[in-house]
Protein backbone atom coordinates (compact mmCIF):
# COMPACT_ATOMS: atom_id res chain seq x y z
CA UNK A 1 0.00 0.00 0.00
CA UNK A 2 1.37 3.15 -1.18
CA UNK A 3 1.27 6.46 0.65
CA UNK A 4 -1.50 7.86 -0.92
CA UNK A 5 -3.57 5.09 -0.24
CA UNK A 6 -2.80 5.21 3.45
CA UNK A 7 -3.64 9.09 3.68
CA UNK A 8 -6.63 8.66 2.23
CA UNK A 9 -8.03 5.57 4.73
CA UNK A 10 -6.59 8.34 7.25
CA UNK A 11 -8.82 11.11 6.41
CA UNK A 12 -12.19 9.76 6.89
CA UNK A 13 -11.16 8.22 10.31
CA UNK A 14 -9.48 11.78 11.69
CA UNK A 15 -12.74 13.55 9.99
CA UNK A 16 -14.72 11.32 11.46
CA UNK A 17 -13.20 12.08 15.33
CA UNK A 18 -13.55 15.82 14.63
CA UNK A 19 -17.28 15.47 13.85
CA UNK A 20 -17.51 13.61 16.33
CA UNK A 21 -15.67 14.80 19.62
CA UNK A 22 -15.63 18.39 18.71
CA UNK A 23 -18.27 19.78 15.60
CA UNK A 24 -20.89 18.35 17.53
CA UNK A 25 -19.59 18.63 20.60
CA UNK A 26 -22.23 20.58 23.10
CA UNK A 27 -19.04 22.19 25.12
CA UNK A 28 -17.59 23.85 21.44
CA UNK A 29 -21.19 25.55 21.05
CA UNK A 30 -20.97 26.75 24.60
CA UNK A 31 -17.40 28.30 24.23
CA UNK A 32 -18.90 29.95 20.27
CA UNK A 33 -21.68 31.70 21.94
CA UNK A 34 -18.98 32.96 24.79
CA UNK A 35 -16.88 34.47 22.90
CA UNK A 36 -19.88 36.11 20.62
CA UNK A 37 -21.42 37.14 24.01
CA UNK A 38 -17.71 38.56 24.55
CA UNK A 39 -17.39 40.40 21.64
CA UNK A 40 -20.29 42.19 21.24
CA UNK A 41 -20.25 43.46 24.89
CA UNK A 42 -16.48 44.78 23.92
CA UNK A 43 -17.73 46.27 20.98
CA UNK A 44 -20.79 47.98 22.43
CA UNK A 45 -18.54 49.30 25.55
CA UNK A 46 -16.23 51.05 22.81
CA UNK A 47 -18.90 52.61 21.11
CA UNK A 48 -20.49 54.06 24.88
CA UNK A 49 -16.90 55.33 25.38
CA UNK A 50 -17.15 57.14 22.26
CA UNK A 51 -20.33 58.50 22.45
CA UNK A 52 -19.56 59.98 25.73
CA UNK A 53 -16.14 61.06 24.67
CA UNK A 54 -18.15 62.85 21.11
CA UNK A 55 -20.39 64.85 23.21
CA UNK A 56 -19.38 68.01 25.47
CA UNK A 57 -21.22 67.84 28.91
CA UNK A 58 -23.09 70.90 29.17
CA UNK A 59 -23.00 70.82 32.95
CA UNK A 60 -20.42 69.62 35.48
CA UNK A 61 -21.29 66.86 38.31
CA UNK A 62 -20.74 66.81 41.66
CA UNK A 63 -18.65 63.23 41.94
CA UNK A 64 -19.45 62.78 45.60
CA UNK A 65 -23.28 63.31 45.17
CA UNK A 66 -23.46 62.52 41.57
CA UNK A 67 -25.29 65.98 41.03
CA UNK A 68 -25.41 68.97 38.84
CA UNK A 69 -23.30 71.58 40.88
CA UNK A 70 -25.51 75.17 41.75
CA UNK A 71 -24.04 78.20 42.51
CA UNK A 72 -24.33 79.33 45.70
CA UNK A 73 -27.06 81.98 45.95
CA UNK A 74 -26.34 85.24 46.49
CA UNK A 75 -25.60 87.26 49.66
CA UNK A 76 -29.02 89.45 50.34
CA UNK A 77 -27.58 93.25 51.33
CA UNK A 78 -28.66 93.93 54.47
CA UNK A 79 -31.59 96.38 55.01
CA UNK A 80 -30.22 100.36 54.83
CA UNK A 81 -31.18 102.09 57.85
CA UNK A 82 -32.98 105.32 56.46
CA UNK A 83 -30.90 108.41 57.38
CA UNK A 84 -30.65 111.96 54.96
CA UNK A 85 -27.33 110.94 53.99
CA UNK A 86 -29.26 107.65 52.10
CA UNK A 87 -32.33 109.80 51.12
CA UNK A 88 -29.22 111.82 49.75
CA UNK A 89 -27.65 108.97 47.56
CA UNK A 90 -29.49 105.93 46.67
CA UNK A 91 -27.56 102.95 46.20
CA UNK A 92 -27.78 100.48 42.65
CA UNK A 93 -29.69 98.20 44.79
CA UNK A 94 -32.50 100.33 45.79
CA UNK A 95 -32.62 101.71 42.33
CA UNK A 96 -33.32 98.10 41.28
CA UNK A 97 -35.46 97.08 43.89
CA UNK A 98 -37.67 100.56 43.33
CA UNK A 99 -37.54 99.42 39.33
CA UNK A 100 -39.64 96.07 40.02
CA UNK A 101 -42.13 97.26 43.06
CA UNK A 102 -42.70 100.52 40.47
CA UNK A 103 -43.86 97.86 37.77
CA UNK A 104 -46.27 95.97 40.18
CA UNK A 105 -47.42 98.95 42.12
CA UNK A 106 -47.42 101.87 40.18
CA UNK A 107 -47.00 101.03 36.19
CA UNK A 108 -50.97 99.26 35.94
CA UNK A 109 -51.58 103.62 36.12
CA UNK A 110 -48.79 105.35 35.69
CA UNK A 111 -47.22 103.28 32.80
CA UNK A 112 -44.05 101.91 32.29
CA UNK A 113 -42.54 104.91 30.97
CA UNK A 114 -44.51 106.76 33.89
CA UNK A 115 -46.32 109.07 31.48
CA UNK A 116 -49.79 108.27 33.23
CA UNK A 117 -50.97 105.96 30.25
CA UNK A 118 -51.15 102.90 32.09
CA UNK A 119 -54.17 100.00 31.11
CA UNK A 120 -56.08 101.34 34.08
CA UNK A 121 -55.47 104.84 33.38
CA UNK A 122 -58.51 104.88 30.53
CA UNK A 123 -61.00 104.83 33.35
CA UNK A 124 -59.62 107.11 35.95
CA UNK A 125 -60.55 110.64 36.37
CA UNK A 126 -58.56 113.01 37.05
CA UNK A 127 -55.70 111.06 34.94
CA UNK A 128 -53.03 109.31 36.59
CA UNK A 129 -50.06 111.80 37.49
CA UNK A 130 -47.28 111.75 33.98
CA UNK A 131 -44.22 112.36 35.66
CA UNK A 132 -42.17 113.81 32.74
CA UNK A 133 -44.82 117.03 33.28
CA UNK A 134 -43.69 119.49 35.69
CA UNK A 135 -47.28 120.72 36.17
CA UNK A 136 -50.26 120.05 38.13
CA UNK A 137 -48.34 118.42 41.48
CA UNK A 138 -50.55 118.39 43.80
CA UNK A 139 -47.97 118.04 46.96
CA UNK A 140 -45.17 119.01 44.84
CA UNK A 141 -41.65 117.45 42.85
CA UNK A 142 -39.26 117.36 45.92
CA UNK A 143 -38.75 113.69 46.73
CA UNK A 144 -40.20 114.77 50.84
CA UNK A 145 -43.47 116.14 48.73
CA UNK A 146 -43.90 112.71 46.61
CA UNK A 147 -43.22 110.52 50.00
CA UNK A 148 -46.19 112.38 51.48
CA UNK A 149 -48.17 111.67 48.54
CA UNK A 150 -47.21 107.79 48.62
CA UNK A 151 -47.76 107.65 52.05
CA UNK A 152 -50.95 109.54 52.46
CA UNK A 153 -52.63 109.01 48.75
CA UNK A 154 -54.54 112.23 47.32
CA UNK A 155 -58.33 112.78 47.58
CA UNK A 156 -60.22 113.10 44.92
CA UNK A 157 -58.53 110.77 42.68
CA UNK A 158 -57.29 107.47 42.51
CA UNK A 159 -54.10 107.52 44.08
CA UNK A 160 -54.54 106.14 47.35
CA UNK A 161 -52.03 105.12 50.53
CA UNK A 162 -49.28 103.55 50.49
CA UNK A 163 -48.29 103.38 53.37
CA UNK A 164 -50.66 99.87 54.44
CA UNK A 165 -49.35 97.84 51.82
CA UNK A 166 -45.36 99.10 51.50
CA UNK A 167 -42.43 99.89 53.87
CA UNK A 168 -40.74 102.97 53.93
CA UNK A 169 -38.03 101.92 52.64
CA UNK A 170 -39.96 100.23 49.55
CA UNK A 171 -41.79 103.94 49.47
CA UNK A 172 -38.69 105.52 48.72
CA UNK A 173 -37.11 102.89 46.29
CA UNK A 174 -40.21 103.90 44.24
CA UNK A 175 -39.20 107.25 44.10
CA UNK A 176 -36.01 107.00 43.99
CA UNK A 177 -36.46 105.22 40.91
CA UNK A 178 -39.28 107.33 39.21
CA UNK A 179 -36.56 110.42 40.26
CA UNK A 180 -33.95 108.75 38.66
CA UNK A 181 -35.48 107.81 35.42
CA UNK A 182 -38.66 109.22 34.61
CA UNK A 183 -37.54 113.77 34.25
CA UNK A 184 -35.52 115.88 36.39
CA UNK A 185 -36.91 116.76 39.51
CA UNK A 186 -35.40 119.47 42.05
CA UNK A 187 -33.26 118.20 45.19
CA UNK A 188 -34.50 118.76 48.24
CA UNK A 189 -32.05 120.66 50.88
CA UNK A 190 -30.41 118.62 54.06
CA UNK A 191 -32.88 120.47 56.14
CA UNK A 192 -36.23 119.08 54.17
CA UNK A 193 -34.86 115.45 54.33
CA UNK A 194 -34.60 115.97 58.12
CA UNK A 195 -38.09 117.40 58.39
CA UNK A 196 -39.35 114.28 56.50
CA UNK A 197 -37.04 112.21 58.93
CA UNK A 198 -38.48 113.27 61.69
CA UNK A 199 -41.87 113.63 60.46
CA UNK A 200 -42.32 109.69 59.67
CA UNK A 201 -39.79 108.71 61.93
CA UNK A 202 -38.38 106.48 59.15
CA UNK A 203 -35.00 106.53 61.24
CA UNK A 204 -36.68 104.09 63.53
CA UNK A 205 -39.44 102.27 60.88
CA UNK A 206 -36.77 101.64 58.29
CA UNK A 207 -34.76 98.86 59.00
CA UNK A 208 -38.26 97.34 61.07
CA UNK A 209 -39.84 97.63 57.67
CA UNK A 210 -37.20 95.58 56.00
CA UNK A 211 -36.51 92.90 58.65
CA UNK A 212 -37.21 89.22 57.22
CA UNK A 213 -40.18 87.93 59.23
CA UNK A 214 -39.67 84.54 61.38
CA UNK A 215 -39.69 80.97 59.35
CA UNK A 216 -42.76 79.22 59.95
CA UNK A 217 -42.63 75.91 60.05
CA UNK A 218 -44.18 74.10 56.82
CA UNK A 219 -46.23 71.79 58.82
CA UNK A 220 -48.06 74.78 61.13
CA UNK A 221 -48.21 77.12 57.75
CA UNK A 222 -49.87 74.18 55.98
CA UNK A 223 -52.47 73.60 59.11
CA UNK A 224 -53.21 77.41 58.96
CA UNK A 225 -53.80 77.70 55.49
CA UNK A 226 -56.54 74.15 55.79
CA UNK A 227 -58.13 75.86 58.87
CA UNK A 228 -58.13 78.97 56.75
CA UNK A 229 -59.38 78.47 53.45
CA UNK A 230 -62.66 76.32 54.19
CA UNK A 231 -64.48 79.03 56.42
CA UNK A 232 -63.63 81.57 54.18
CA UNK A 233 -64.47 79.75 51.07
CA UNK A 234 -68.07 79.33 53.02
CA UNK A 235 -67.92 83.09 53.92
CA UNK A 236 -67.73 83.92 50.09
CA UNK A 237 -70.48 81.79 48.64
CA UNK A 238 -72.61 83.34 51.44
CA UNK A 239 -71.83 86.41 50.37
CA UNK A 240 -72.51 86.05 46.93
CA UNK A 241 -75.74 84.00 47.30
CA UNK A 242 -76.64 87.37 49.81
CA UNK A 243 -75.83 89.30 46.73
CA UNK A 244 -77.43 87.64 43.27
CA UNK A 245 -80.53 87.48 45.79
CA UNK A 246 -80.65 91.18 45.87
CA UNK A 247 -80.26 92.50 42.57
CA UNK A 248 -81.92 95.63 42.83
CA UNK A 249 -80.04 96.95 46.32
CA UNK A 250 -78.65 100.11 45.86
CA UNK A 251 -75.54 98.48 47.15
CA UNK A 252 -75.38 95.86 44.81
CA UNK A 253 -75.42 98.15 41.85
CA UNK A 254 -72.48 100.09 43.57
CA UNK A 255 -70.70 96.75 44.66
CA UNK A 256 -70.68 95.78 41.20
CA UNK A 257 -70.10 99.06 39.64
CA UNK A 258 -66.71 99.51 41.23
CA UNK A 259 -65.90 95.39 40.89
CA UNK A 260 -63.15 93.65 38.29
CA UNK A 261 -63.71 90.57 40.02
CA UNK A 262 -66.17 90.44 42.73
CA UNK A 263 -65.33 87.21 44.34
CA UNK A 264 -61.52 88.08 45.03
CA UNK A 265 -63.08 91.28 46.60
CA UNK A 266 -64.83 89.16 48.71
CA UNK A 267 -62.69 86.87 49.67
CA UNK A 268 -60.74 89.79 50.55
CA UNK A 269 -62.85 91.28 52.75
CA UNK A 270 -63.75 88.54 54.77
CA UNK A 271 -60.16 87.75 55.35
CA UNK A 272 -60.60 91.03 58.09
CA UNK A 273 -63.16 92.17 59.72
CA UNK A 274 -61.31 95.27 61.02
CA UNK A 275 -62.99 96.98 58.29
CA UNK A 276 -66.03 96.96 59.79
CA UNK A 277 -65.65 98.91 63.05
CA UNK A 278 -65.65 102.09 61.36
CA UNK A 279 -66.24 103.65 57.41
CA UNK A 280 -63.02 105.06 57.30
CA UNK A 281 -61.07 101.62 57.87
CA UNK A 282 -63.17 99.94 55.39
CA UNK A 283 -62.40 102.97 52.55
CA UNK A 284 -58.47 102.78 53.58
CA UNK A 285 -58.65 99.03 53.00
CA UNK A 286 -60.98 99.15 50.16
CA UNK A 287 -58.85 101.07 47.80
CA UNK A 288 -55.08 99.97 48.89
CA UNK A 289 -54.54 97.81 46.25
CA UNK A 290 -57.44 98.15 44.75
CA UNK A 291 -57.07 96.40 41.46
CA UNK A 292 -54.84 93.42 43.24
CA UNK A 293 -57.98 92.94 45.32
CA UNK A 294 -60.44 93.03 42.69
CA UNK A 295 -61.66 96.69 42.76
CA UNK A 296 -61.55 99.14 39.97
CA UNK A 297 -59.52 101.76 40.70
CA UNK A 298 -62.09 104.19 39.90
CA UNK A 299 -64.06 103.07 44.02
CA UNK A 300 -61.93 105.67 45.06
CA UNK A 301 -63.99 108.26 43.14
CA UNK A 302 -67.05 107.23 44.79
CA UNK A 303 -68.93 109.98 46.83
CA UNK A 304 -69.52 109.85 50.47
CA UNK A 305 -72.89 108.96 50.30
CA UNK A 306 -72.09 106.19 48.13
CA UNK A 307 -69.18 104.94 50.29
CA UNK A 308 -71.69 105.07 53.30
CA UNK A 309 -73.93 102.88 51.18
CA UNK A 310 -71.21 100.08 50.41
CA UNK A 311 -69.99 100.50 53.90
CA UNK A 312 -73.41 99.48 55.17
CA UNK A 313 -74.55 97.18 52.59
CA UNK A 314 -71.42 94.73 52.93
CA UNK A 315 -71.83 94.72 56.62
CA UNK A 316 -74.96 93.16 56.28
CA UNK A 317 -73.57 90.89 53.00
CA UNK A 318 -71.55 89.48 55.86
CA UNK A 319 -73.95 89.18 58.49
CA UNK A 320 -76.28 87.74 56.42
CA UNK A 321 -73.26 85.10 55.60
CA UNK A 322 -72.74 84.93 58.86
CA UNK A 323 -69.24 86.66 59.62
CA UNK A 324 -67.91 89.75 59.53
CA UNK A 325 -64.00 88.35 58.51
CA UNK A 326 -63.04 85.89 59.89
CA UNK A 327 -59.48 87.53 61.82
CA UNK A 328 -59.12 90.86 63.48
Known amino acids: MNMDEKQSNSDPKEKSFFVRNIWLSPLFYVY ?12 VHRENMVNRNSIAPDIQIDSIYN ?22 TPTEAELARGESLYKMDCAPCHGVEGKGDGPAAASL ?31 GSAM ?56 IPLDQAIKQIEEDAIPRAKDVE ?55 NGFDP ?15 YMKNVFAASGTSGRNS
Open 160 to 215: VSFAGALSANDRLAIIDYIRANFGDFPKDTPEQLEALNKKYHLEEVGEKSNAPAPP
Open 125 to 155: NPKPRDYHSTTGWVNGRLLSDMFKTVSEGIN
Open 298 to 312: RVAQLSSGDWQTLYV
Open 32 to 43: FISVLIAFGLLY
Open 238 to 292: GAMTYISSHPSDEGTRIFYSVTTNPRRALTMLSGSNSWSKNESDFVTMVTMNAVQ
Open 67 to 88: APIKAAPAPQPAPQKITVASLL
